[in-house]
């Protein structure tokens, strides 16, 4: 946060200052750019209630090598530019005391006259609302029937449509059935056949499929006797 004074030192010598005492509205004024950190042009400083023994630099990271090579010139520059501002301060401040008193009593004004024509407005508009409401009322009254009438005459209309539809619907449904069972009736004997043929090679495959799982079973079978035989013989 900037108190009471700050100001910028710039790489050709300069220390930059506004009456508003923040930095980013010296930056911003003077047309800086704050991109270039390893290199930058210009550091901030700042000094506490004006005091020099509250002087400080105002930067995060490491300084530009031009600036500390200069640091006691730039001291000596802010805390000649301190004296000087010493002087002027109480009269700025007068000043500014007497520009926010104006500042104030303008915006006031300002506030009562707004204040006043919301008011005047809000009246006015109360009485229009209050003399169109009843026409309004009106108004809804006299066209009620006529929507209902509308919407009642587009009911039947519809419910005409979707009567004819479905009349219509009905017949080519009563058309089509015969044909469409014709057709099953056509195709059922060729379906049970593909499936007839379906499952009668499917009972070859498990029958082939049992027999080999048969045999392997019995040779198995027939090789665990001689393996316990082996097993059981007494060693020389």
Same mark, same amino acid.
């Given at each position: 946060?900037?108190?009471?004074?700050? #100001?910028?030192?710039?790489?050709?010598?300069?220390?930059?200052?506004?009456?508003?005492?923040?930095?980013?509205? /010296? $930056?911003?004024?003077?047309?800086?750019?704050?991109?270039?950190?390893?290199?930058?042009?210009?550091?901030?400083?700042? /000094?506490?209630?004006?005091?020099? !023994?509250?002087?400080?630099?105002?930067?995060?990271?490491?300084?530009?090598?031009?600036?500390?090579?200069?640091?006691?010139?730039?001291?000596?520059?802010?805390?000649?530019?301190?004296?000087? =501002?010493?002087?002027?301060?109480?009269?700025?401040?007068?000043?500014?005391?007497?520009?926010?008193?104006? #500042?104030? +009593? $303008?915006?006031?004004?300002?506030?009562? &006259?707004?204040?006043?024509?919301? !008011?005047?407005?809000?009246?006015?508009?109360?009485?229009?609302?209050?003399? =169109? *409401?009843? &026409?309004?009322?009106?108004?809804?009254?006299? =066209?009620?029937?006529?929507?209902?009438? /509308?919407?009642?005459?587009?009911?039947?209309?519809?419910?005409?449509?979707?009567?004819?539809?479905?009349? &219509?619907?009905?017949?080519?449904?009563?058309?089509?059935?015969?044909?469409?069972?014709?057709?099953?009736?056509?195709?059922?004997?060729?379906?049970?056949?593909?499936?007839?043929?379906?499952?009668?090679? #499917?009972? +070859? $495959?498990?029958?082939?499929? *049992?027999?080999?799982?048969?045999? $392997?079973?019995?040779?198995? !079978?027939?090789?665990?006797? !001689?393996?316990?035989?082996?097993?059981?013989?007494?060693?020389?």
């Amino acid at each position: 946060m900037c108190k009471y004074f700050s #100001c910028i030192a710039t790489k050709d010598g300069r220390v930059l200052w506004t009456e508003e005492d923040s930095h980013e509205e /010296v $930056i911003t004024r003077s047309g800086l750019k704050d991109c270039n950190l390893e290199n930058r042009d210009f550091v901030r400083i700042e /000094v506490d209630d004006g005091d020099m !023994k509250n002087y400080k630099i105002d930067e995060q990271d490491t300084l530009p090598r031009w600036f500390e090579k200069r640091e006691s010139e730039f001291y000596k520059k802010v805390e000649s530019l301190l004296k000087k =501002l010493a002087v002027a301060k109480p009269k700025c401040d007068a000043i500014n005391k007497e520009y926010q008193t104006k #500042c104030d +009593a $303008i915006n006031k004004e300002y506030q009562t &006259k707004c204040d006043a024509i919301n !008011k005047e407005y809000q009246t006015k508009w109360d009485a229009i609302y209050k003399e =169109l *409401q009843p &026409k309004r009322e009106a108004i809804n009254k006299e =066209l009620q029937p006529k929507r209902d009438a /509308v919407d009642k005459e587009y009911q039947t209309k519809r419910d005409a449509v979707d009567k004819e539809y479905q009349t &219509k619907r009905d017949a080519v449904d009563k058309e089509l059935q015969p044909k469409r069972d014709a057709i099953y009736k056509e195709l059922q004997p060729k379906r049970d056949a593909i499936y007839k043929e379906y499952q009668t090679k #499917c009972d +070859a $495959i498990n029958k082939e499929y *049992q027999t080999k799982r048969d045999a $392997i079973y019995g040779k198995i !079978k027939g090789y665990l006797p !001689k393996e316990r035989a082996i097993k059981s013989r007494t060693p020389p």
